[in-house]
């Protein structure tokens, strides 16, 4: 599995040598697709409480259709997670191009915070500590631009020497726990306290 960086995105193309799965038919995938789009709204609105009956409500299919593609409620959170690892790695972007490596990875960092404000059941998984055996191809993508981010600011001199991408993953559980437990998704923002002074703490040591 190899990341790519090509206008302003961050992809994975698989090796010629492993094996593809069956494609699904046009009307299953589509019907897939509706399902993880309004799993992502009512996930997000209601935390892991929301039930499947929900889901495929908001999808507009029945009940049956969601269980033909996602056996289990954590089926349908692992294939969340997996597509929201990608979702954070695309935030990358424009830190490769900003001029001011510690300007890059701050922003880059903020907004990560924000996309998690934005969905409640996130907060609600990451909290726990990192989520590394869910969507792991995408996970490691995710580690894999956070690293170079970090390396390329350490070579500036802009954050501390031993700092590492691993450190980053549990910086923002961190603020995902902060937010859950002072009701940041309810307007509270005490999170972003939390994150400048956490953000503080990368900076080289006097």
Request: proline share 3%; with cysteine; hydrophobic share 40%.
């Amino acid at each position: 599995m190899v990341t790519e960086y090509t206008e302003g995105r961050f992809r994975l193309s698989s090796s010629p040598a492993v094996e593809q799965e069956r494609p699904l038919r046009a009307d299953a995938r589509r019907n897939r697709e509706r399902v993880l789009a309004a799993a992502r709204d009512v996930l997000a609105e209601h935390g892991l409480d929301a039930q499947m009956d929900q889901i495929a409500a908001a999808a507009g299919v029945g009940v049956g259709t969601v269980y033909r593609h996602f056996p289990t409620k954590e089926a349908l959170v692992a294939a969340l997670v997996a597509d929201r690892w990608r979702s954070l790695a695309e935030q990358a972007g424009p830190a490769f191009e900003a001029d001011d490596a510690w300007a890059g990875l701050h922003d880059f960092l903020w907004r990560c915070a924000r996309l998690q404000l934005e969905n409640r059941a996130w907060a609600e998984l990451t909290a726990g500590g990192p989520l590394a055996s869910e969507g792991e191809d995408e996970h490691r993508e995710l580690l894999d631009v956070t690293q170079r981010l970090v390396d390329r600011a350490r070579e500036a001199g802009a954050v501390r020497d031993d700092l590492t991408g691993r450190d980053i993953g549990m910086l923002m559980c961190g603020t995902c726990s902060v937010m859950r437990t002072t009701g940041g998704h309810d307007g509270d923002r005490s999170w972003e306290r939390f994150l400048e002074l956490a953000l503080e703490g990368l900076r080289p040591r006097a």
